[in-house]
């Protein structure tokens, strides 16, 4: 697999190929499957991605602790905001239902990891929904997220223990604006720039769970986060750049969570879980969830 | 090497991948060492897995391991009520399995009984799913679950890894990484095989016919398809 997205767009570009393709290959070649079959599984991976999303938008959906769920569907029945009946509200809706999911124990695809599950399907479905994109270029797109994904996790890190929020919901950011500017026909160079503009948006970003649970800011950083992937779309089909390479903004984000303190890596130490109401909504739902388990 | 497929999956029931989906893993593990789903459980839970694993439903994704549910069965939400359905005696307990140095935050001790077969089993979860089992029955190892595995404890006699690769080799299957650990010289020796391809029940039965084999165990592979 590639090590540096800019070896992908240079060798996408010279042949006149998406980057799934050369991701395709890539994988192929490490692996040993069959590129149908690689695609099999990233057709499952959807499959159960929009499983997730359906399944998230019951408004009476809550995670074990209940400190979470049921705030997709107020997206669905809720009063308008200004983005009401827009492709926006509908992306937000379903980076909460997934992560919704999730922290109800439901099933979900972690991409790249459980706790930033939601904001790769609720960008790439929410989009094929609004421009009726056939589910074959969505697969490809989850190819090419896939490729930047294991650029990330090469180049710093996937993980919110290692290096803050910035490598879990910053990283799918990341990878979701990139493989959307492919699915909605840019270039591969435009994917680079939707990528890097993405994850700018999120360097720094604290992983700060209430009592250590994949819940609380979790739900909400996956829709903030499908925001910002989609504000780097928009940027980057526009023909915006960004001057820092996609490469180098990935290497500054895992600089960033090597200095980053403990407290501010999943520990529950710092941020909002160390809040005076962090503090004690944790403890009120961690008595309760031992309370239901008997 | 990064799989594409590791970054788009695994698909799994939330909600965290160490402590959820690693956890179950660890659970399958066990259940693999006493041949199906064990009547008694004592599981012995570590740091974060001590801390946040009731939130995160790692008691649930345990006892779902070890019932044979893999970490994408939505069975692990009420994994702990078909347990005492099923009458199984799983116990948990917070405990210190050592110091932040030599244990790994998120490691859990599960010992299990089933008919006349017992095992203890220590393992960790790294991360992103990723398991490592570094003890089995007091012997140190180093069992991942990314491919299947054959466990065995035998008397320390001269051939016997040449022995165990000729059998393997008899039945097709390709050994791809094979360790030897021992407690001391001339003690029993323990050895964990990977390989490449399912080793049948027929394997492990002639594993388990020679006659300086203590006992041998097959692993299926856990970690993502």
Not at chain 1, 174 to 203: I, K, R, W
Not at chain 2, 5 to 18: A, E, F, H, K, T
Request: aromatic share 2%; proline share 4%; net charge negative.
């Amino acid at each position: 697999m590639y090590k540096s997205l800019a070896d992908a767009i240079r060798d996408a570009e010279a042949r006149g190929v998406p980057l799934s393709t050369v991701a395709l290959e890539a994988e192929s070649a490490d692996g040993g499957r069959t590129i149908a079959d690689i695609r099999h599984a990233l057709a499952r991976a959807l499959h159960v991605m929009r499983g997730a999303i359906t399944q998230g938008q019951d408004p009476d959906l809550r995670s074990s602790s209940g400190l979470v769920g049921g705030d997709a569907a107020k997206l669905i029945s809720g009063p308008d905001g200004p983005l009401a009946g827009t492709l926006f509200r509908d992306v937000l809706m379903r980076a909460l239902a997934v992560q919704e999911v999730n922290a109800a124990m439901g099933v979900i695809v972690a991409a790249p990891t459980a706790g930033g599950a939601g904001v790769l399907p609720a960008v790439l479905t929410g989009l094929a929904k609004a421009k009726n994109i056939p589910d074959d270029k969505v697969i490809d797109a989850l190819a090419t997220a896939g490729l930047i994904g294991a650029v990330v996790a090469e180049r710093a890190s996937l993980s919110g223990a290692e290096g803050g929020c910035q490598a879990e919901t910053g990283a799918a950011a990341g990878m979701a604006a990139g493989a959307a500017v492919e699915m909605l026909g840019g270039t591969p160079s435009q994917s680079g720039h939707a990528t890097a503009l993405a994850q700018q948006g999120t360097l720094g970003l604290v992983c700060d769970p209430l009592g250590g649970l994949v819940e609380l800011p979790c739900v909400f950083r996956n829709a903030t986060g499908a925001a910002i992937a989609l504000a780097a779309i928009e940027m980057a089909m526009a023909g915006i750049t960004f001057a820092i390479p996609a490469d180098e903004v990935i290497d500054t984000m895992g600089e960033i969570g090597k200095a980053m303190d403990v407290r501010y890596r999943e520990t529950a130490g710092g941020g909002l879980a160390a809040t005076p109401t962090g503090r004690r909504l944790a403890k009120e739902r961690l008595v309760q969830i031992k309370r239901a388990e008997g | 090497m990064v799989s594409l497929l590791d970054i788009i999956g695994p698909v799994m029931v939330g909600p965290s991948s160490s402590h959820t989906a690693g956890a179950c893993r660890l659970g399958l593990l066990a259940r693999g060492l006493v041949g199906g789903t064990p009547q008694t459980a004592r599981i012995e839970l570590h740091g974060s897995f001590a801390r946040t694993g009731e939130g995160h439903g790692t008691d649930k994704a345990i006892a779902g391991g070890l019932m044979g549910f893999r970490p994408d069965d939505e069975r692990l939400r009420t994994a702990l009520d078909i347990m005492e359905r099923e009458g199984l005696d799983y116990t948990f307990e917070k405990t210190t399995l050592g110091d932040d140095t030599d244990v790994h935050p998120n490691t859990v001790r599960i010992s299990v009984t089933r008919n006349d077969r017992t095992a203890v089993m220590q393992g960790s979860s790294l991360g992103a799913g990723r398991v490592l089992v570094t003890q089995i029955d007091g012997y140190p190892v180093e069992v991942t679950g990314n491919l299947h595995t054959i466990v065995l404890v035998a008397e320390d006699v001269k051939g016997s890894v040449a022995r165990i690769a000729t059998l393997l080799a008899d039945a097709e299957l390709n050994i791809a990484t094979l360790r030897l650990t021992r407690k001391q010289r001339g003690g029993d020796a323990f050895m964990v095989i990977e390989i490449d391809e399912q080793p049948g029940e027929a394997v492990r039965d002639t594993i388990r016919a020679l006659p300086w084999v203590r006992w041998a165990f097959r692993l299926d592979k856990v970690g993502a398809a």
